[in-house]
Structure formats: structure tokens, C-alpha cells
């Protein structure tokens, strides 16, 4: 069984930056691929990104690209997700997903952490 953690959320201005973190426990973390989504209040769940098991490729959504930097310390188990230049339609409860030896989708991944608020307030 895999265990994923996330931490770093909070409430911000716009304007700030967080740094999400996930840590992972349970099994080899070199064999998942690992990703980032978050939900909004009345929203459904929506891919934010996502990062190899190398930390070679990456992949964000149109939203966050040029804002958000996703990296992974597979010596620490851990992999983050940097936000820069927050706004309020930010705001949502993030979540961390792993997958092994596979991509990260959207509906198909084998672990989920219990997920961090973050809200940017305007």
C-alpha cells in the first residue's frame, strides 16, 4: 500500500506563491509516475500536472503553465508542486496522485493523498 501525504497549503494573496509538497511512503517511489490535480467548490476534479518517475518530463495544464513547477526529490520521496503568481481562481483543494510505471490520467491513478486547501484571497 501507498500513502501520499500532501502539505504547504494556506491562505495567500493573490499575487504570493506556495509550495505544495507530497510525500510518499509504502513502496518503491521510483516505480510511480506522479501528478498534481485540484478541485474547486462545485467544480469537478481537474489535472494540474503531472512529472515522471526521472523527473525528465513533465506536463501542466494551459491554466498553470508558466506559474506552476512541479519536481520530485526521489532521495526524499517527495515530490512538490511551486506555484507562483496565485490568483483566486487558484483556489481549491490540491491533491497528489500516484500511478506506477504508467501516466498519470485523471481517473485511472492508483493512489490519492487526502488533499491541502489553498485559497487565494483577491
Known amino acids: 500500500q501507498v500513502q501520499l501525504v500532501e502539505s504547504g497549503g494556506g491562505l495567500v494573496q493573490a499575487g504570493a506563491s506556495l509550495r505544495l509538497s507530497c510525500a510518499v511512503s509504502?513502496?518503491?517511489?521510483?516505480?510511480?509516475?506522479m501528478g498534481w490535480f485540484r478541485q474547486a467548490v462545485g467544480k469537478e476534479r481537474e489535472f494540474v500536472s503531472a512529472?515522471?518517475?526521472?523527473?525528465?518530463?513533465?506536463a501542466y495544464a494551459d491554466s498553470v503553465k508558466g506559474r506552476f513547477t512541479i519536481s520530485r526529490d526521489n532521495a526524499k520521496n517527495t515530490v512538490y508542486l511551486q506555484m507562483n503568481r496565485l490568483n483566486p481562481e487558484d483556489t481549491a483543494v490540491y491533491y497528489c496522485?500516484?500511478?506506477?510505471?504508467?501516466?498519470?490520467?485523471?481517473?485511472?491513478?492508483?493512489?490519492w493523498g487526502q488533499g491541502t486547501q489553498v485559497t487565494i484571497s483577491s
Open positions: 496522485a500516484a500511478r506506477f510505471r504508467m501516466p498519470i490520467t485523471t481517473t485511472k491513478n492508483d493512489y
Open positions: 512529472i515522471s518517475w526521472s523527473g525528465g518530463r513533465t
Open positions: 509504502g513502496r518503491t517511489f521510483t516505480d510511480y509516475t
